[in-house]
């Protein structure tokens, strides 16, 4: 024990030298030669005491001792410090060689560069979507989120009792998602969240003004009406005042007191909602009294739920205790019996929640992966050729001893430098590319937290490191390969293994560019589409918005008296032509109102079924609209009132169950009413420009509208912005705690609609281009060495007798025959693909001939064009030239 | 003296010790007294000595340090450590285990 004890401190005291030899080097290194020159001197010394002359006891000496440097050199060989220093060695001199070729680094490291970039940032935003906690709430493993059954939620009155329940363990919070008006000088409508009394501490977070609420102030229903809003809001309707606290605001008409202001970058816990107010529970009969009784009810479950762990407790021990209060829950009609379990809170969403943003990340990222791949095999391409040009180097340190591992280690050392400074680049290209998809793109990104974080910059540089490895790696296995007599010599014979292997990495880069080529082509196809889409009406002239009557408190006969009287209003104003307030606005999604039913012939049962979409309107939708009908006529007041239902139908609709036959006058079963057709239109667009729902029924305005705010739809004369301020002031004076919202003028919002897939198109087809153009290079570079290797072959066969125009045949048939390869894998790897893209971009058929052909054709000419160019010089390859040379 | 392998390797370390048993010494002292004791048999390359001497005293069997030699020259003196002495003891075992399992087998066959 002791021996051991004392042997492992002098290796330690052993290892310390060696340290001490790495950080003192020279005067190590001066030690030996110190030491060994003593060990010459000595032996001289020894000779001269034999009887030699001075000279030749010296030279004796050093015979005897065979070369000092060698033994230096084995001397240090022994030290593992060695590899270090081989290390540091192999940086600095892959620094200089790269420093010498500036082309080709500069051109290495921007376009890896690019990808990695793309990628980190693609990274960043998902990992802030699903690791990070949501922005301005402070990090704690305490945190957690209550996942309950299939929506994840609770009934407000089942989280009171189970909070209860478990309050030994758990401090619960929970938290509703809803909209507001708030009045300050201006109503505007915001997103605002009720929650419980203690959620601002649950969640860690401290006010940015003011203060948070007291518990007392959620515990009696409709007595407290307190108020926190978001820092976002604070400044942008209060100017970021400090009399805010304590003032009063209206939230949907009734009276609030702000007590304090959220933290800056704060917007609460849904994603897709960033609330702006948070308001308890207990305000929830004030703000909205009309609503469904979201305190007492426990069958719908509606509240998400987190919690903050007592010290001490685990997640299990949580859970354990909460099932039991769970069991200990009265016996009542529930849509889903709560089943809860406990997981960090983590990310914005949990997990199984994110199923609707997958696809579209999936595709983002396969594309973004697509490039990275296609950047490595093009640099290694690049390696490849570059490492022939070194043949000689190489071949030469291989005779003087190198080991082939340590040759490999060399040429590995400058992939990776390359990579890493792509990875840096990549790193600063992806902040700002991650900020530019935010603000672009904005809908849930908007709200993520894409600061620079170690785990991206972890991601990142494993990212640069594989990317080295795979583009350096093979082209460093092949270079260092010994045969080295041929090269030494000049005489550099192709050998067919090497061309076999760049081949089939341009034919992979080929095939990915088929992918992306193809996509491209889609996506352009869908745009030519979309642009033809003739909405069916004038929408440059038509400007809708929308209030939230319901609200602010007004049941249904008010809301009637309302529109009217708006009506009347309106129509009085200059520049307003008519005025419709329909359930439903074209081109908006503002159609809560929508159902989709099953419209039958009722004269024959057996003429089938459609499915169509259903809107209500009122009778001045469709002068409004200005949209005049094709058969019969539209709709007007008096049907409104009628005993039988009357309907205006789609041509296609009428087409489809009638035929060619008239249905004015006929009728048709509406999901068991019975209704009339008055008339039929041409298809208007529902929803979205690119959305095709051409079966559409619409009926007199359907009254069962409780939750939706209305929609008002204004026809102007001239231009709506212009008349959209007196509208405003005159919806102030009917009244003024109103929020007016979503002010659309309609051809803007197709252009908005439009605007977004055009951005989408033109990023996809710039990665088929770069694709294209990688590709290309990369099959140019092949051919060119190719040719420049078999130099001696060609002039042999023009001796023989070949044209020129036969050799480069030769040379193109080559090049094409690889993109031949490369293109029907394409094929079949994008038609693979061809069902996520379709669930990406509705409406596109993946397997459209016209694209395919003219993807093929795309490829082909483009490797035509970069074969035949290096083909060409083979061409005019002199005979007599290149014989002479060997 | 033969070309390097492990084995020989081996006894040359094993021979740095003895030779540092009695006193320490530098490396050339060490190369010659070697010669000497083996009665000229043994003539350790000096390519050979110096990296075994950096592997000794890796393995902290043997320490080094600078000082003033007989005729005033400045040497690299080594000598054992306590670590040694053990090691010493334990590779003087094997080597005698070695050669006598050599024996039996040129015997035995």
Known sequence: MMRALRRALYAVRGSMRQVRALLQKRKVERELAEELAHHVAMETEQNLARGMAPVEARRAALVAFGGVERYAEQVREARWTRWLEDVAHDVRYAWRTLGRSRAFTLAVVVTLGLGIGANAALYGLVDALIFRTPAGVPPSDALVRLESGRLNRLAYADLVDVRHGA??????????????????????????????????????????????????????????????????????????????????????GHPFRVIGVAPAGFRGLKVDELADAWLPFMTQPLTMPRTYDVLNDRSVPLVDAVGRLRAGVTGEGAEAVLQGAVARLPEVKRFD???????????????????????????????TVLVLLMCC???????????????????????????????????????????????????????????????????????????????????????????????GLAPALRAARPGLMPSIKGSDLERPVGTRLRGMLVGAQVALSVVLVMAAGLFVVRMDQIGDIDPGFDAGRLVSFSVDL??????????????????????????????????????TWGAVGMSVSKATGAADAAAGFEFASVAGVSGSFFTTLGVTPMRGRTLDDTDMRADRKRAVISEALARRVWGDASPVGHTMEL?????????????????????PSPMQVYLPENKHVQWAAQNVLVRTAGPPAAVMPRIRSELRRMDSSLPVFEVKVLSEEAERQIGTQRVLTRLVGMFGLLALLLAALGLYGVIASTVAARTREIGVRMALGARGRDVTRLFVAKGLRVVLYGVAAGMLLALGMGRLISSIVWGVQPFDPVVLAVTALALLAAAAVASWLPARRAAKVDPMLTLRQE | ????????????????????????????????????????????????LYPALQRLEQ???????????????????YRLTASGRDALGEETAQWRRYVAAVEHVLEGA
């Open chain 1, 550 to 587: 319901h609200a602010n408190g007004y049941d249904e006969a008010r809301r009637g008296e309302f529109f009217e009287e708006l009506r009347r209003r309106l129509q009085t104003l200059p520049g307003v032509v008519s005025v419709a307030a329909p359930t439903y606005v074209p081109l």
């Open chain 2, 1 to 48: 003296m033969a070309p390097t392998n492990d084995v020989l390797r081996g006894t040359l370390d094993l021979l740095i010790l003895r030779t540092l048993q009695p006193e320490p010494m530098h490396g050339w002292g060490i190369s010659q007294r070697i010669q000497q004791l083996s009665r000229e048999a043994l003539q350790v390359g000096q390519g050979s």
């Open chain 1, 167 to 252: 309050a030994d363990v758990i401090d619960i919070a929970g938290y509703q998602g809803t909209a507001v008006g708030l009045t300050a000088d201006e109503p505007i409508r915001v997103d605002a969240q009720l929650v419980t009394g203690n959620f601002f501490d649950v969640l860690g977070i401290a006010p940015a003004r003011g203060r948070f609420f007291v518990p007392s102030e959620d515990e009696v229903r409709a007595r407290d009406a307190v108020v926190v809003i978001s820092h976002h809001i604070w400044q942008l309707q209060f100017a970021g005042s400090d009399d805010v606290v304590g003032s009063t605001i209206g939230v949907n």
């Open chain 1, 377 to 471: 095999a093009n640099v290694a391409n690049l390696q490849f050729a570059r490492s022939l040009g070194r043949r000689r180097e190489i071949a030469v340190r291989l005779a003087l001893g190198a080991g082939r591992g340590r040759l490999v280690r060399l040429l590995v050392t400058e992939s990776l430098l390359l990579a890493c400074a792509a990875g840096t680049l990549g790193v600063l290209l992806s902040f700002w590319l991650a900020q530019w998809l935010q603000v672009r793109f904005g809908g849930p990104f908007a709200a993520l937290d894409v600061s620079p974080h170690a785990r991206t910059l972890a991601f990142t540089f494993v990212l640069a490191v594989a990317a080295g490895f795979a583009f």
């Open chain 1, 671 to 691: 999901d068991g009413d019975v209704v009339e057709v008055v008339g039929t239109i041409d298809e208007l667009s529902l929803g979205n420009l690119a959305d």
């Open chain 2, 59 to 77: 393995r902290g069997l043997i320490v080094s340090e600078w000082s003033a030699s007989d005729n005033n020259r400045r040497a690299k003196y």
């Open chain 1, 337 to 367: 019996v709560p089943r809860l379990t406990v997981t960090p809170l983590r990310g914005w969403v949990p997990v199984s929640d994110l199923s609707s943003e997958a696809a579209t990340m999936g595709f983002a990222l396969i594309l």
